[in-house]
């Protein structure tokens, strides 16, 4: 059950849209798709999905191209596009019972992969509403279930927690979380909090091309930022010597008082990647008869790689 | 191709006719101007004949610029719009299938809405010596005819994403070519051309 895009491209005219990716996503990953407005993001979705031709490259979804053998891909895949499609004047039922029928769920198994479905998504209170007259949670809801009716051994989800609340957020991403065990999942978002939540491999594609790919934590890693340490001191010391004691240390860059609380003084020390300063700090502040309050080592966050990778 | 598809579209597609009061305000309105135009000018003539029902020009025009159109509009230009285009074309069916569901739904809507004027031919025959075998063939040349427009209105509708705009600039390319299609009773492939 694995995807394997090679060297794809498209164009939509004479705009680039994705330029000459290759990567692969195996059974039981959750990829992540990382990405500015523009990036490429669902175009790529959109061609592993059949739904665009590919300019050049190819696709392929559990050995199956996307161009020439487009509907066994689709046999194998569900799909959340990121404008929910739904018919405003079915009901859920009806539109998940013509969904299933659709993609060739059996007659028998119809009512009981509906019937699992509306459990699984929360929605036995509105099954029998005008999906048109749902709320965006609900609606964004119907379209989930929509896309895993027919038990998919591929999921793509084009933003798929757009517009549920914060405990719905949780839900479903723990549902991803628990499809992705056996399935191989591929889910684009721009809140970088649902990546390190629900993915277990990340890639960041900028103007079309990809910059970064690797576990969440590996790019933590070869994120190229510096090390900072907040540190708070109590307000009885010599604010410049000890500022000044700081910047001694090998491998600081900056020191840079922040704020005087009252009783406290708070500094920011920058320094250079991978170097944990803390010890000597310490070391300095004591040496500098200080009392010592509180010292943080902060690591350099998702949100700061992806600003690094996509300026 | 599967029949079952074909089956799927085709009943997802008459129920959401019928769902929605397009179906049924398009339906009265046809019946009641074509109802009227016909009358009046068959109490005028004074013969049993239905030649006027199928001959009008209105009635017509009423049929293929007006009410055709109306339930094209819908097929495709709405699902576009919907995004649900991208469901349908990410699903297991193939184009064919898609389209010939959705084809059999309209000429369904069409038959439907074209089969009050039997009552005309029952009234009518009780009335007065009226032949079947012209009535019906007529009837079928307006659902053959409705059918024709229905594909070339959808070319139309299929290509624009913005349906209102393209049914003025249509409705308005079709009005004016409309008093010269007898030009097709001499070269008929004229008018598939222009039409």
């Not at chain 1, 990567?23 to 592993?48: H, Y």
């Not at chain 1, 719905?168 to 684009?188: A, D, F, M, P, Y």
């Not at chain 1, 340490?229 to 004691?245: H, I, P, Q, R, Y």
């Amino acid at each position: 059950m694995s995807i394997k895009v090679t060297n794809l491209t498209k164009y939509y005219g004479s705009y680039l849209a994705v330029d000459d990716i290759t990567f692969e996503a195996k059974k039981g990953e959750i990829l992540g798709f990382l990405g500015p407005n523009g990036a490429g993001k669902s175009t790529t979705m959109k061609i592993i999905t059949t739904y665009l031709p590919p300019t050049a490259g190819t696709v392929e979804v559990d050995g199956f191209d996307v161009e020439e053998k487009s509907l066994d891909v689709r046999k194998k895949l569900g799909y959340l596009p990121e404008l929910n499609p739904l018919y405003y004047d079915m009901t859920p039922v009806e539109y998940l019972d013509f969904v299933a029928k659709l993609d060739g769920v059996p007659a028998s198994d119809i009512k009981k992969r509906r019937e699992e479905m509306i459990k699984v998504c929360g929605l036995e209170s509105v099954r029998t509403k005008d999906i048109g007259t749902l709320s965006k949670g609900f609606k964004q809801r119907v379209g989930l279930a929509q896309a895993m009716i027919n038990n998919p051994d591929v999921l793509i989800l084009d933003e798929p927690t757009s517009g549920l609340d914060p405990n719905q957020i949780i839900e479903i991403r723990n549902l991803i979380k628990k499809l992705g065990r056996e399935k191989t999942v591929i889910l684009s978002t721009h809140i970088l909090s649902e990546v390190t939540a629900t993915c277990n491999r990340v890639i960041i594609i900028n103007k079309g091309k990809i910059v970064a790919d690797g576990t969440p934590e590996e790019l933590q890693h070869k994120s190229k930022g510096q090390s900072v340490v907040t540190l708070e001191v109590k307000n009885n010391c010599d604010k410049s010597a000890l500022s000044g004691s700081l910047k001694e240390i090998r491998n600081v860059n900056k020191v840079e008082f922040v704020k005087d609380t009252g009783d406290s003084f708070v500094f920011n020390i920058y320094g250079d990647k991978g170097a944990d300063l803390r010890e000597v700090i310490s070391g300095k502040v004591t040496q500098n008869k200080a009392v010592l309050l509180s010292m943080q080592a902060k690591q350099s966050s998702l949100e700061d790689i992806f600003r690094e990778l996509t300026k | 191709m599967n029949t079952q598809n074909i089956k799927t579209i085709f009943s997802k597609e008459l129920k959401s006719y019928f769902n929605s009061p397009i179906a049924y305000i398009v339906m009265i309105v046809f019946m009641a101007i074509s109802g009227f135009l016909f009358t009046m000018s068959f109490f005028q003539i004074n013969i049993a004949s239905m030649r006027e029902f199928f001959g009008s020009f209105f009635i017509q025009l009423v049929l293929f610029v007006v009410f055709i159109p109306a339930i094209t509009m819908r097929s495709f230009s709405e699902e576009k719009k919907q995004g649900t285009l991208e469901l349908l074309l990410t699903k297991p069916v193939t184009d064919l299938e898609l389209i010939l569901g959705k084809y059999l739904s309209a000429l369904t809507l069409i038959v439907i809405t074209l089969s009050p004027t039997i009552l005309y031919f029952i009234i009518i025959k009780m009335i007065g010596p009226i032949p079947f075998w012209p009535f019906l063939t007529s009837l079928l040349g307006y659902i053959l005819m409705s059918a024709f427009f229905y594909r070339r209105w959808r070319v139309y509708f299929i290509t624009y994403r913005k349906p209102d705009y393209c049914i003025y600039s249509k409705c308005a390319y079709l009005s004016v070519l409309f008093p010269f299609r007898k030009i097709t009773y001499c070269i008929p492939s004229f008018g598939s051309f222009i039409f």
